[in-house]
């Protein structure tokens, strides 16, 4: 399953327009992102497996990631399953809404840790080349739950990448389930790291400041956040969806582009502001990390939740 998080942004922008200018009651951006929200969204269950329980997250690092980057994503694996010891809103609240489509808890713990900083694939990686890569997480057997997630640095260009999707997740015919993000930051910022750079397409709003001062790896962690929801709820394309399998709406691709009360086609809502570094945010993580994540589709009220 793939996603392009820009492009969902700009559908969604040009419904509003459209509906906007036929109607002359939408006078305010406000007016609009109301009649954007009341297209029905209702992500069916198709009665395949789910992941729950205890699920273990592999990385394989494909390219020249600083330490400190992969702290960041590591860091925010971490702090799906860190309880409230988090300030609120805290990433684990955000991850709690899983338990809706699993009913159960969902626990993730960072597994395996492989790097790949020799790029012996090349710097040009297709479908095929992912899925050797992302076999390279398990490591003595595959576990019930796990998850091997491929990472692409800057250098790295992926089949599809910018220009259909920012991520995707799928499995293979011996049913382990895979993933992959890449890192935006050089390639198409606009694409795959809004709200932190300003789109290439629609409103152009002043982008915000990342949490974590790298354009391109927090927005990797909202790609990563999107696609490991997916995973775990839609792994073998016939769990949660709406729309067609392998190209359907999952629980956070359905509310692209929300990230705090109020959001509408350019602009992701109120979230909170860092008085000291300008950055914005909406969750706190471990060692007192900050992330923007988007809203996810809760399953109980039918609807897109934020944390703030």
């Avoid at 969902?8 to 992102?33: D, E, G, M, Q, Y």
């Avoid at 273990?56 to 590591?74: C, D, E």
């Avoid at 769990?239 to 582009?257: D, N």
Wanted: proline residues 7%.
């Amino acid at each position: 399953m793939a996603y392009n998080y820009h492009l969902a942004i700009w559908v969604s922008f040009l419904l509003a327009l459209s509906t906007f200018l036929i109607s002359p009651s939408a006078a305010t951006p406000r007016k609009l992102s109301a009649l954007v929200q009341q297209q029905p969204l209702v992500l069916k269950y198709h009665k395949g497996p789910l992941l729950h329980g205890n699920v273990t997250v592999n990385l394989v690092w494909y390219g020249k990631f600083s330490p400190n980057q992969r702290s960041i994503l590591v860091d925010f694996l971490q702090s799906l399953s860190s309880g409230h010891r988090a300030p609120q809103p805290s990433v684990s609240s955000w991850w709690q809404t899983i338990a809706g489509y699993t009913r159960g808890p969902c626990t993730v713990a960072v597994g395996n840790q492989i790097l790949q900083q020799s790029y012996s694939l090349g710097k040009t990686l297709t479908n095929q080349k992912l899925a050797v890569l992302a076999a390279k997480g398990s490591k003595g057997g595959r576990k019930t739950a796990e998850v091997n997630v491929v990472l692409t640095d800057a250098d790295v260009a992926v089949e599809g990448f910018c220009m259909s999707r920012c991520g995707s997740h799928g499995s293979s015919r011996g049913g382990s389930t895979y993933a992959w993000v890449g890192n935006p930051g050089k390639q198409c910022p606009g694409q795959c790291a809004w709200p932190f750079h300003q789109p290439i397409y629609g409103p152009q709003t002043p982008p915000l400041v990342s949490p974590n001062g790298d354009v391109g790896v927090d927005g990797m962690v909202i790609n990563l956040a999107t696609v490991l929801a997916g995973t775990v709820t839609n792994p073998f394309d016939n769990g949660y969806f709406q729309g067609a399998a392998g190209a359907g709406l999952e629980a956070v691709s359905a509310c692209t582009g929300i990230f705090g009360k109020g959001a509408y086609p350019g602009y992701p809502g109120e979230v909170v502001l860092d008085k000291t570094t300008g950055s914005s945010y909406n969750a706190v993580g471990v060692r007192g990390r900050k992330y923007l994540l988007p809203a996810m589709w809760d399953p109980k009220t039918s609807a897109c939740k934020t944390l703030v």
